[in-house]
T-cell receptor
Framework: NAGVTQTPKFQVLKTGQSMTLQCAQD?????MYWYRQDPGMGLRLIYY???????DKGEVPNGYNVSRLNKREFSLRLESAAPSQTSVYFC?????????????FGPGTRLTVL | GENVEQHPSTLSVQEGDSAVIKCTYS??????FPWYKQELGKGPQLIID?????GEKKDQRIAVTLNKTAKHFSLHITETQPEDSAVYFC???????????FGKGTTLSVSS
């Protein structure tokens, strides 16, 4: 089992460009999450999907959109990238919502917006 | 809003010493408290968790204690080893049970 996989590993964008971060999990988990990690800020939740077909905003959703393509895949889209979106992005999954279940994290995507 | 505070932000110990990281949370409805370890260039990985009906949990050299009255919980690592060097995050679930709120992390350095 690969667990949670993310592509790409690294990306450099210019301000205003768009891109989609891909995430897939092979653990048959119902819930999936997107976080961003900035120095000294910990992990902040951008969006989550409790189950296939549902998505909800987290703490910092502005400038992002998500798609729960199927049970395995959850993508994060930046429509018009800004320097403030320079960060490391982590996808995670859990059997059910975060209430009391282990979240499994992917290896991260390091994004730089110039 | 819901908040988790974590201290210290950096911690340096000698190999074999103990390390303690402390967190406080604001939402009295929180009932799940995981601890994650993040090695350089990798995603966080769960090392231990505790639920509100338990005051202490131990797994080999790692233990977590929870004081619900004071709304704080702590990670204890005994007999530290260089491979324990990493960033450690505490977290608590929010009232709705939809998300984990993370602390800002503690960078632990264990020198041999």
């Amino acid at each position: 089992n690969a667990g949670v996989t993310q592509t790409p590993k690294f990306q450099v964008l210019k301000t205003g460009q768009s891109m989609t971060l891909q995430c897939a999990q092979d653990m048959n988990h119902n819930s999936m999450y997107w976080y961003r990690q900035d120095p000294g800020m910990g992990l902040r939740l951008i969006y989550y999907s409790a189950s296939e077909g549902t998505t909800d905003k987290g703490e910092v959703p502005n400038g992002y959109n998500v798609s729960r393509l199927n049970k395995r895949e959850f993508s994060l889209r930046l429509e018009s990238a800004a320097p403030s979106q320079t960060s490391v992005y982590f996808c995670a999954s859990s059997e059910v919502l975060a209430g009391g279940n282990e979240q499994f994290f992917g290896p991260g995507t390091r994004l730089t917006v110039l | 809003g819901e908040n988790v505070e974590q201290h210290p932000s950096t911690l340096s110990v000698q190999e074999g010493d103990s390390a303690v990281i402390k967190c406080t949370y604001s939402d009295s409805a929180s009932n799940y408290f995981p601890w994650y370890k993040q090695e350089l260039g990798k995603g966080p990985q769960l090392i231990i968790d505790i639920r509100s009906n338990v005051g202490e949990k131990k797994d080999q050299r790692i233990a977590v204690t929870l004081n619900k009255t004071a709304k704080h919980f702590s990670l204890h690592i005994t007999e530290t080893q260089p491979e324990d060097s990493a960033v450690y995050f505490c977290a608590a679930n929010n009232q709705a049970g939809t998300a984990l709120i993370f602390g800002k992390g503690t960078t632990l350095s264990v020198s041999s």
